[in-house]
């Protein structure tokens, strides 16, 4: 087997050009600097083309050997730690560096030595290598030179980005640009004294974050009203004589609104979580071409570069998503269900609500005004909200809605939005890949007044930040018309960001109309196509005895990872969402891996798929069989009509508070 290794080792480097070869096979006493940055990227190349050779397909000896082995290491599986993660790091090849050439125009080439700025260090350094780590010592100096107790730059640095984090302006304005070109420090002797007693103390970043804090500068609010000499002399209160507003930065206020909602797992270390889990901002992983709506929207840094101030704009896409966006909704509602929960008066209710977002009680004027509030919402919400009857079953007859069609069952499942009967979830451990194709036998009663996806079967939670899928119907005010057939894949694209794509059939679902419907998902790209897939759809009118069977093929860019095991599989719905419910009646739901064709289909009448991974349906809704179902009910269900509109009136009110200036900005 090591000889197969060696050998394999031996053709992948034969494919690198000779002069690459002649640098790798060096002996390692004869290798320069350069000769070993070299063995280190084909090494690389050449370690990944061995980490593709099969076990599996060894024979003979060999395979006799890795099979005792891997016996061996099953008994001891369970105490296998998990990896380690994996980070960049930067290491030397040796004690020498190779050199640092600069090339003029001319032609001419110049060993370029390293230095420190000549401003602050004329002299030439003295750099030692360190033997016992072969290290060239040069990042050893580095960072010794730029701790030194006399080094004027760093210390300064360090202290105005921290005054600048407190007070949204450093001493120094430009606090990426100390040079000729900054801007000049507006209280010089005071950026000289923090910095001299930053290091007096140790370089202790506490001690300057409490001595900045607890100065009567930092304490000052910025309700202050300005005189006119303030505002003749210095109308951009560059000598503070007020404190400035400042806006929660982008973690900041997720984190906030988390923490008032109950929510905030407070977790410590652990590998990057989506946005959508409640885990605190800086473990949310930072995806650079899908960034969070929420976060970007308040003017998060995408990643891709540092920033050395914040921006903190103010803008209508804000008020938008802080409005009308899903996200904060649902915090307002959780805030709301836990307030609740506790089961408190309205009074002390809105006491405890102002003590979470505003750490104060609230004045008495505040607080008649919000029991007020609740109290008008409340009775507004039940005097539109109609009793609905408690429904003994989710299983109703199916003659009702599809007649005696062949493809129709005895019993079929109704989804009512509003009742414990809204969403199904199917509790399975089989997952489908990312080619795959969804079936579904369906009723449509009404849709959404506003843009939201009637959904008949999802694996997603509706974050354009987490992979997942969904299939269904879109409603009144969708760009894509109305009664579309529609998948939404949020997957990766061919650089492997995660990206959110609506692939329409533009095949009209009528509504109380009974339908067969399919999507065939497929992420292998047509002749035409560089990256991507294509969705293709089919439906058939099962009122109409003499409908046939309509069909089309929709491209599009997402190249996989939608299929995402992380994400439960819902019928009726999705995950972690309410405002996607299906208000009808499901006779029947397939999943099966692969692409079907058409005569494989249920339209077709044909058997279930050998590959089929569930078929809902209401013989088998009580299966205790693989898989399994449960009903996914609502914190407060629309059969109690006060009890929905008590929560729905208090999370208004909550709601209201996270939108406020006093939640938003330090005054």
Not at 185 to 204: C, I, N, R, T
Not at 287 to 312: E, W, Y
Request: hydrophobic share 40%; proline share 6%.
């Amino acid at each position: 087997m090591e000889s197969k290794k060696a050998n394999s080792r031996k053709k992948a480097i034969e494919k690198f050009p000779e002069e690459v070869q002649l640098m790798v096979n060096k002996p390692d006493q004869e290798k320069t600097p350069y000769d070993k940055q070299i063995e280190y990227l084909v090494e690389r190349q050449v370690g990944n083309d061995l980490a593709g050779i099969k076990i599996d397909k060894l024979m003979g000896a060999d395979k006799v050997i890795v099979d005792e082995a891997v016996a061996a290491l099953k008994a001891s599986e369970a105490l296998k730690p998990k990896p380690l993660p994996v980070a960049f790091v930067a290491t030397d090849t040796g004690e020498k560096a190779p050199p640092t050439k600069m090339i003029s125009r001319r032609g001419g080439e110049q060993i370029v030595e390293p230095g420190f700025l000549t401003l602050l260090e004329p002299d030439d350094i003295d750099i030692k290598p360190l033997t016992e780590i072969a290290s060239t010592g040069r990042r050893t100096a580095l960072a010794n030179w730029i701790t030194r107790p006399d080094n004027p730059l760093s210390t300064r640095v360090i202290v105005n980005r921290v005054w600048q984090y407190h007070f949204g302006r450093g001493l120094v304005s430009s606090s990426s640009d100390f040079g000729k070109l900054g801007e000049k420090p507006s209280h010089p002797q005071l950026l000289d004294s923090l910095a001299h007693e930053f290091v007096v103390h140790g370089w202790d970043i506490k001690w300057l974050h409490r001595t900045i804090m607890q100065s009567a500068t930092y304490r000052q609010t910025a309700r202050l009203a300005p005189s006119t000499l303030a505002l003749k002399m210095d109308p951009e209160n560059r000598w503070l004589w007020r404190m400035n507003p400042m806006r929660l930065d982008a973690e900041q206020a997720r984190d906030t609104m988390l923490a008032v909602s109950g929510e905030l797992n407070l977790t410590m270390g652990g590998q990057g979580e989506e946005a959508a889990r409640p885990r605190r901002t800086i473990y949310t992983r930072k995806i650079r071409n899908s960034q969070d709506d929420f976060l970007h929207s308040f003017d998060s840094p995408p990643g891709f570069q540092s920033v050395a101030k914040r921006d903190a704009t103010t803008t209508a896409l804000q008020s938008l998503l802080m409005v009308n966006g899903e996200w904060p909704l649902q915090r307002a509602h959780s805030m709301a269900a836990s307030l609740l929960s506790k089961k408190l008066s309205p009074e002390l209710m809105v006491s405890r609500a102002y003590e979470l977002c505003y750490a104060r009680p609230p004045s008495a004027t505040e607080l008649n005004l919000a029991v007020t509030f609740i109290k008008q919402q409340e009775s507004m919400l039940i005097s539109e909200q109609p009793v609905m009857p408690t429904p003994s079953s989710p299983l109703v007859d199916a003659k009702s809605f599809f007649g005696t069609h062949p493809l129709s069952v005895s019993k079929v499942i109704a989804f009512r939005p509003g009742s414990e009967y809204e969403k199904l979830k199917v509790v399975s451990n089989s997952v489908e890949k990312d080619e795959f194709t969804v079936e579904a036998i369906v009723y449509l009663d009404s849709l959404y007044p506003d843009a939201s996806v009637r959904t008949i079967v999802s694996r997603w939670n509706n974050d354009k930040a987490s992979k997942g899928w969904a299939f269904g119907v879109t409603s009144a005010l969708s760009k894509y018309q109305p009664n579309n057939l529609i998948m939404q894949l949020c997957g990766d694209d061919f650089q492997g960001s995660v990206i959110y794509e609506v692939v329409a059939s533009d095949l009209r679902i009528a509504l109380k109309t009974p339908y067969y419907v399919a999507a065939v998902v497929s992420n292998h790209p047509q002749q035409n196509q560089k990256f991507g897939g294509t969705v293709k759809f089919y439906t058939r009118n099962l009122s109409d005895p003499e409908a046939k069977m309509e069909s089309v093929t929709v491209q599009h860019p997402v190249v996989g990872g939608y299929a995402n095991a992380q994400r439960s599989l819902m019928i009726g719905g999705r995950e972690q969402d309410t405002r996607s419910l299906w208000d009808g009646v499901i006779s029947r739901t397939v999943l099966s891996s692969g692409l079907l064709v058409e005569e494989q289909l249920l339209a077709a009448q044909a058997k279930s798929s050998p590959r089929c991974i569930f078929d809902a349906q209401s013989e088998t809704l009580a299966n205790t069989s693989e898989p399994k179902y449960q009903w996914e009910k609502k914190v407060a269900t629309g059969n109690d009509a006060a009890s929905a509109a008590s929560l729905e009136a208090l999370a208004d009110f909550c709601h209201a508070l996270m939108n406020s200036n006093e939640f938003l900005y330090l005054q």
